[in-house]
Structures are given as C-alpha cells and as structure tokens.
C-alpha cells in the first residue's frame, strides 16, 4: 500500500516487512490524535498488520486527556476489534525516556488489563532495535 499523508503524518504498511509505520515527522495541528489513531486502526483491518511502529520523536508529547484515552480506549478496544494481539513499537527520543510524565504513562500502560491480552508494546530510542523487536514477536507467533 502506498503511504497515506493526512496533515504532518505518514501512515504506511510494509507488507515486506509485516509492519504498519505511523510517523510524526513534526507536530499536528490539524488533525486529533484520536483521528490519526482511528486511521491506524483502519489501516491495521484492511491489510491484517499486527505488528506496528510508531514514529513519535517529532511529535511532541500528547495531553493528559489524549494519553488517557489511548491507553483506557484505545488500546483497551484493539481486543475486541483485531482478531489478534498487537504489537507495538514506539520510537521515541533519548530526551522522552528521562521524562518522568512519558515514564509515567508508560508504566501505567503496562498496568491496564489490555496489556498482553490485545496489546503490548515497548519504547526504543533506535529504528533498527524496534524492527528487531517486532521481528521477534512475529518469530514467537510463528514458533507457537
């Protein structure tokens, strides 16, 4: 599928690789973070992809409301709309790891009843240790 380009963000699939992309190249005004993630998730029914990664070291941290309602909507909803669990990679800046409000959120993700039953996910600094994480979880799947 050739990429879709709503506003700043780039949304693609890589049937080569079996990876949804979803970059922020630089922060979005135009569009809500619950629209691009409604996009994701189409994209994700159309071509089945359960491996996904999210490019967010340019888009800049997201409010309190919209960080709550990925984790308890969002995510929690992926369970019962994808036949499958998914997996996701963030890609984040060194500068997002040492944030406490990012570390915060991140630890309170993992806490939700949805993680590791619709969705988990891990937070990586490098491109290519993301893509080697979600290359593992598709040899797990693969193995099981």
């Not at 409604?38 to 490019?55: G, M, N, P």
């Not at 988990?120 to 600094?125: A, C, G, K, L």
């Not at 993301?130 to 040899?139: D, G």
Request: glycine share 4%; charged share 20%.
């Amino acid at each position: 599928m050739s990429p879709l380009f709503l506003d700043a963000i780039a949304l693609t699939y890589r049937p080569d690789l079996d990876v949804l992309f979803l970059r922020w190249p630089q922060p979005v005004y135009a569009l809500t973070t619950r629209e691009v993630y409604q996009q994701v998730l189409e994209l994700a029914r159309e071509t089945s992809a359960r491996y996904w990664l999210f490019d967010v070291r340019s888009r800049g941290p997201l409010s309190g409301e919209d960080a709550q309602w990925v984790m308890e909507s969002f995510y929690s909803a992926l369970h019962g709309q994808l036949p499958h669990i998914t997996h996701v990679a963030y890609l984040v800046t060194p500068a997002h790891t040492e944030d406490l409000q990012t570390t915060k959120v991140i630890e309170e993700m993992r806490l939700q009843p949805w993680y590791g039953q619709g969705a988990d996910f891990e937070v990586f600094t490098s491109e290519i240790d993301a893509l080697h994480w979600l290359k593992t979880c598709q040899l797990k799947e693969v193995a099981q």
